[in-house]
Every structure is written in structure tokens, then in C-alpha cells.
């Protein structure tokens, strides 16, 4: 959208699909309209399909098969119907009334055909060539009856464009061409509507430019009336980086040089044909490719010099291909092997798709079609059977079953690190690389890897250009309190820290005790909602974890919001598998040593991250402190502190006004306790989180180990919730003297748990001095006192609420924040 003279031509093409119907037609025709004010030369393919249904005619005929004129009038309904819907009944008869000459020229033709019984070229040429001048009588009229562009006329490309068939495919000659159309065009023409695809040969017999050809035809206007651009409207948002159907995180490139172009359509992108291009190269005219059904969307341009910092635009692939390796010390230094091995794959016709020598010319490899392999092994030990026999060629190989990925850009020339950036890619995903080859315009990389390797390897290498390297597939399990907390805090940070840090953060799916959802796409953090009550899936922890850890994106993390033991026992294997798991859940860190020390080795083996912040004190730096302090070589003696929020609460409101009992009830009312509030009185709760702060400090504690005065009263361990409540009060005079006792002697009750450095856990209530750091927290504050060789006069202590789904969330969170750096995040 370079130049604004108003002078200049721009030619839109639209394809088959995009004029498939009336509706195709209307929207066509507004695209158009909508065109800023330059000169416009429309060229138009035939309606989707005719084309096919045309040759099928000939085809039909050629067999004697007379349902060629049954197809005839359907072709001919179709167009009608079309018609009928966007012109006015007179303008359909005109219509219509030439349709029907060409109805029984075509007739004429095919009879002579079914008794010829061959066809041949120029009657293919001719009776294919009709679905074009179809499609664009109609759409001319469309455009005229709309009234919204002025000066529109038909041309008929056969009139104008001279194409002589070469072994190169059809040449088109310049001088006549543009002369014979600028001898058409009538000066005022301000809208041309162009057949695509067809086009005249010296002797002006009609002729085609082959299939497909409706994009070439685009590229020759473009020439012809030295356009200032050309644009493609196919049914794609332009050219993809892979494709999609192979590489789901495919997305559209927004600038390609022509070259580069060349080269993924070579390697079977979806472009558009090289040739095609060609006039429009030799003109540096820029080409768009846009999406006829989203018009509004940007799309592809295709120019000389495109504005673009991507080294890599796209990574293809070329399946069923053989390697062809010949090896021998008696080729060494001896001129001619290579164009011996080259001579005989000629002769037999065989194409070579790559090639690759090694500088110590013991061997050569190239690439050839596999359903071609069998022929070149027996082409090859013919012309190789005398160095064969005599030993100077220890082997012919032949290899199928192989692919070729090519990562194609212009601005690997010259960029170090693309290739290791590939190989390293290659590497991670496990794909073993059988042969290489990189041109001296190091425009492609093309390497060939085994057939089943080439999805896997597609997507990595991809990921290693296109996606930023901190991108995390989340699986959420758990989506209770806490889960449903995180998933907001992501949704409302995920744009932030994608913009800021590069951290791409995908929620892949959620999954609850019983059901989950994985939508395809991942989950639409700003809908987690309405998603989550699709949660259409009984749960299935295998097919859970094949949806999140796809290999199209780099890191794959678990984050388990549950308590269950049920989830921890599945650690071990993830984290052999190398996902990341971040959790608040206690039960696999508190759980038998033996398979906590399984985890750490498993997370160790497979370099997987396992985070747990929010196991101790929710958010609270509790444990990072922990790590900061060992890792720095200071000496922790001990670690005490009140961990248990529930716990803190009671004995910050206790004051011996109200009895013991009647707290508990409130507090279990208010949410503060677990629902059966023995879970808290127990002092499990404690006991597990002092076994995760003992395990860190190195310690090999059991739970077992560890010496809990329970607040459950003997003989109330079990029974229902309710039935305990109920008796409490009996206990209520004991709990009563414990206070009154500390508070003669100046002090409080404040349950606490207790590590040291000897091994030594104990969990209970303590009297404290009313001076105490733990006499003076706040509601339900945690509060950890680490008693180090650094801090021994004066302890360090780490306090503030601890309990909670938006602080315990919050502490998932900065895990998660904290393997994006572990993964080379710069936050
Ligand atoms: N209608 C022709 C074909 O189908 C030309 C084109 O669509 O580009 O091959
Ligand atoms: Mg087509």
C-alpha cells in the first residue's frame, strides 16, 4: 500500500473458494468496493470446483459416458442460481443468453469428442478455460449493478495474453501482450474484471496457464499494467510459519521476501507457486496474501525487501523422502563420483531433493522421493558394480522412511547462533539428525530425520523460534479456593507479563476430583469460568497430562491446589517426565521419606522444577528464606514458629473470658477452622509443615519423629464432628487452669512447633513471655524464627498472614514467576 497515485493499478485476484457461491460473490464485490481509490483489475478463477467439473467432462466424453450433459446443466443451474440471487431478472437473461451459447458450443465440442474418443490438449485447454469467463461475466455484472465503481469492463484474457507452453511451462510474451492489452483497455477504464487462468498461444488458438493458474494470471497483470501492488485473496490469513495442521501454534507471517517465499513454497507451504511470481519479481512488485473471509486481518506481504527481525519465517517439511548414501575410501580425492551418482539418478529420471558431501569425500548422501528408492538402489549398483566388486565402494545405501524439515529465512545470512538455535532445538525433543545441508545463501537449513521424528521435530524447532522460550502449559488440578484465586491473579497478569517479561503463561486445562476440562485451544483465561463449568470429562490423569504437555510448547507445568494425597503420589512421575509441579499441597513433602527422597532424585535426573512455597505460611517467603540461608552457608540450629493460622487465631482471642470451647465454635463458624476443627486441634497440620522446613534443613525426619502435644482431648480422637463439639466443653476448666497458671507468671499460651539442628521436633503448647515475638501476631499470622551462626543474638523472623486462598495463591504464583526465571526468564 505503497504508492497513493491515484493513477496506478492494484490488481486483487480472488480464487475458486472465494467466488464459491452468491454469498462468495457479494462479499467479493464489497472487498472490492471498499478499495481505496486507484484503478482496479479484478482477476477472477473459476467458481470453487468448476474447473474439476469441466475436465471431467472431456473425461466423460472420452469414455462414451453421456452423463456429461446431465453435468453440463448443473454447471449451468449453479450459475443461474447465483446469478438469480444477485441481478435483476432481465440482467439474469442476458446473462443466461450468453451462458447458453457457450452451453452449446461446449456441446458441440464434447460430441465431437465422445465420437473422436480423445480429447486432447486443446480441447481441454478450451472447454476448462469456461469456468473463468463464468465466474467473471457474472461477477462484472454484479459490480455494475451495484453502481459503486465507475468505468468497469470485462476482459477476456485470451485476448490479450499470449502464452507459448515451454519444458519450463508457459512463457509469456511481453511485448505482444502488453501491446494487444493496452490496444483493449479503453482509456477511462477505472475497473477491469479479468479472467484468470486462460490466455491465447502464437497461433491465437486458446490455451491455458496450466492449474491453478488464475494466481500467475494475477502476477501478468500485475506486469502488464506495471501495478503498483498485486493482491491474493485466498480462504487464509496469509502465509503461515508451519503447517497448522502439523504445528498448532502456527500463526501468519507478516512480511516475506521474495526469496523466501520461493523457498517455503518450494518445501510444499501453502503460498503461492514460484512461477507464478516471477513477473511480479522481475517488476518488485509487492504481493499480499489476504483472507477474502476476514478481510479486516492484515495478512502476508510478500516483497524485495520486507521490514522483519525474524531470522527464521517458516519451517516445512518434505515427507517420504530416501537418503542415498554411497561410501568408499576410493572415492577419495578422485574427481567425477559425484557426477557419476548424479548421472544415473538422471538418466532414471529421479529428482534429488538435497544433497550433502562431507569435506573428507568419503562419502556422498542426497535425498531423492521415496517411492523412487527401490530404482535408484538398482540404478546405482549397476553404475557403481565394478567399485563395488573391487572394494573402492564399500556401499550403496539406500534409507526410506525419512523426512526433510527446512527452516527457511533471509536473515540467517550472516546471524550466528540460527543453526545452533535449530540443532539445539532438535536435541532437546530427542530427533536424531541423519544428513544436513545449508546453501551458501543461507537461506535454508534443510535437515533430514526419521519420517516418524518429523511432527515432533516441526514443533520444536518452531517453538524455538516463534514462541518465547518462557512459555508454560499449565494444568491446573484442584479448582477449589485457592485454584480459582490463582486463575484470576493469572488472568489478570497473564497480558502484563507476557508484554513486560516475554513470560507466556497458557493454562492448558483444569481438573477437578472427578471431571476436567481441555478444550483444545487451552483455556480462555478471561472465561476460566464458563469454562470450568464445562468441565465435560469424567478426570483421567493420563489423558490430563497428554493434553497439557504438548510438545509444541517448551515447558509443561503441574500446579496441584488439592490436599490430596492422591495427587502428591503422582509427583514421582511427573517429575521424571520433566514437568514442573508448584504446589500448596503438604502431603508428598510430609509424606514417608523414602519417596520424598524419590522426588528430589527424579527432579534432579530430569532437570524438572518441583516448587512449594505456599506449603509453609502460604505466601510467606518461608521456605525461599530457608534455602537462601543454606545455600549461603550459614548453619540453621533452629526453626520455630507458629505455622498453623487456625491455631494462632484461637490463642490470639483466648483471654479466658469466654470458654475455650465457644471459640473453637466461632471460629469454626467463621471459616477459620478445617471443617472437622480436630484437623487443626491435632497438630498434624504443624506437625507436617515442621517436617517440610526439617527436611530442608537436611534433616531425614518422619512425622513420627516428631513428639505433638494434641488439643484433642483423649478419648475424643473419633466419633462425628458433631458429636466432638459436644463434648468439648467438658475440657473447658482444663484449658482454663493451663491460662490462668502462664498468666500469673507474666505469660501466654501460643502453640508452636520447633526444629533444631539435632533432629529435634516437638509441636505443642508453650508459655511465652508477653515480650515474645509469638505473643504479639495478629489474628492469623504465621510467624517463623530462624536461629542461625549469622543470626543468633538477634533471630530473623518472617511473619504476616498465613493462611488464606488469596495469600496461598498468591505464594503459587511467585513459584511460578520463579521457574519462568529458573527457565531463563528475565522478570
Ligand atoms: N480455475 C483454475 C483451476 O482450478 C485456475 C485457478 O483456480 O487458479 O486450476
Ligand atoms: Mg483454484
Redesign the pocket.
Known sequence: MSSPDPDSWVVHKF??SSVADAACFARVAAIVEAQPGRRLAVVL??CKGV?DALLQLVSSAERQDESWRATLQALRERHATIAAALLPAAVVQEYLAEFDRDVADLGSVLRTTQVMRTGGQHVRDRVSGY??IWSTRLFWRTLQQRGQRRAIHWVDARACVVAVWGPLGPGIQWPLSTERLHKLLAPDAATLVVT??IASDAAGIQTTLG?????FSASIFGALLSAAEIHIWTDVDGVLSADPRRVPDARVISALSYNEAMELAYFGAKVIHPQTMAPAVGRDIPIWIRNTFAPEKPGTLICAHPNSDQPVKGITSIDEVALVNIEGAGMIGVPGTAHRLFGALREEDISVILISQGSSEHSICCAIPANQAARATRVLERAFARELADGQIQSVEVTGELAILAVVGDGMAGMPGVAGKVFSALGTANVNVRAIAQGASERNISVVVAGKDATRALRAVHAGFYLSPHTLSIGVIGPGSVGQVLLDQLASQRARLAREFNVDLRVRGIMSSKRMTLPPAGIDLDRWREQLLQLSEPADYERFLAHVKVDYLPHTVIIDCTANESVARRYYDWLAAGVHIITPNKKANSGELGFYRSLQAARRASGAHYLYEATVGAGLPVIQTLRDLRETGDEISCIEGIFSGTLAYLFNVYDGSMPFSAIVRDAKQRGYTEPDPRDDLSGTDVVRKLIILGREMGLALEMSDVRVESLVPAGLESGSSEAFMEQLPRYDARMRQRFEAAKARGRVLRYVGRVTSAGEATVGLMELELRHAFANIALTDNVVRYTTSRYCDNPLIVQGPGAGPAVTAGGVFADLLRLATFLGARL
Open positions: 480464487g475458486g478463477s473459476a474447473t469456468g473463468e484468470g487462468y492449474r491453478n493458474g488464475s494466481d
